[in-house]
């Protein structure tokens, strides 16, 4: 079964201190990563997506990377404010299909205190 | 500039009554989703309707049915509701069209559900 894997499962940073949330996946044939920010009752909004051929994108102040050959990404976010206190769900695409064969990981709470 | 909205945005049920969760979108978008997510777990796909007039089953369907009334619209229905549908229900739409899979998701901002 295509899984997918995310850790730290929680984490607290300082305000404007940087972090990284880690992404490991086993869904093949890849087509794409995505990275969403889920904020508490809030619906997910995307942040990247990437392809095979892509190994980092960036929105604004999060920077995504991924490396196709270990089945790993991360999501690196810049001198962190409040309002990124959030989960952050990776999701992974098979080859071939569509959006409704799209894998979840259970995210990464990260909360960012003053 | 809704993009989705779901109704209503919390609901509590008793065990065996039936309610319907609507959602619309305004992107002219082809495809449509309902997802539930619970704690300690990733999202997971109830329905989806890839275009206008077709719906299929997705992860966990059991106990669910669902309607593409138009390409606006496309609800969500518990006919007999259980305990164990307690959760938070989330629609969304993308403009996938067959064959690639590069398309975002637009969620809405979700229903929270408690059945009794």
């Known amino acids: 079964k295509n899984q997918v894997e995310q850790s730290p499962q929680s984490l607290i940073i300082l305000e404007g201190k940087n972090c990284t949330l880690q992404?490991?996946?086993?869904?093949?044939?890849?087509?794409?990563l995505r990275w969403y920010k889920q904020d508490t009752g809030r619906g997910p909004v995307s942040l990247t997506i990437?392809?095979?051929?892509?190994n980092t994108k960036s929105n604004g102040r999060y920077t995504a990377t991924l490396d196709a050959d270990t089945k790993q990404s991360s999501l690196h976010i810049t001198a962190s404010q409040l309002s990124d206190s959030a989960s952050y769900i990776c999701?992974?695409?098979?080859?071939?299909?569509?959006?409704?064969?799209?894998?979840f990981g259970k995210g990464n709470q990260v909360v960012v205190i003053p | 500039n809704a993009g989705v909205t779901q109704t209503p945005k919390f609901q509590v049920l008793k065990t065996g009554q039936s309610m319907t969760l609507q959602c619309a979108q305004d992107?002219?978008?082809?495809?449509m989703y309902w997802y539930r997510q619970d704690p300690g777990m990733g999202l997971r796909l109830i329905y989806y309707s890839a275009s206008e007039g077709t719906t299929d089953k997705g992860e966990v369907p059991n106990g669910y049915n669902v309607s593409r009334l138009n390409k606006r619209e496309f609800s969500l229905r518990l006919e007999s509701a259980a305990p164990s549908q307690t959760s938070v229900y989330f629609c969304?739409?993308?403009?996938?069209?067959?064959?690639?899979?590069?398309?975002?998701?637009?969620f809405g901002s979700g229903t929270q559900l408690s059945v009794l």
């Open positions: 992107m002219n978008h082809n495809s």
């Open positions: 992404c490991n996946y086993t869904v093949s044939p890849f087509s794409n």
């Open positions: 999701v992974v695409s098979a080859r071939g299909k569509g959006n409704n064969r799209l894998a």
């Open positions: 969304a739409s993308s403009d996938f069209i067959g064959g690639t899979t590069n398309e975002k998701l637009f």
């Open positions: 990437m392809t095979f051929s892509e």
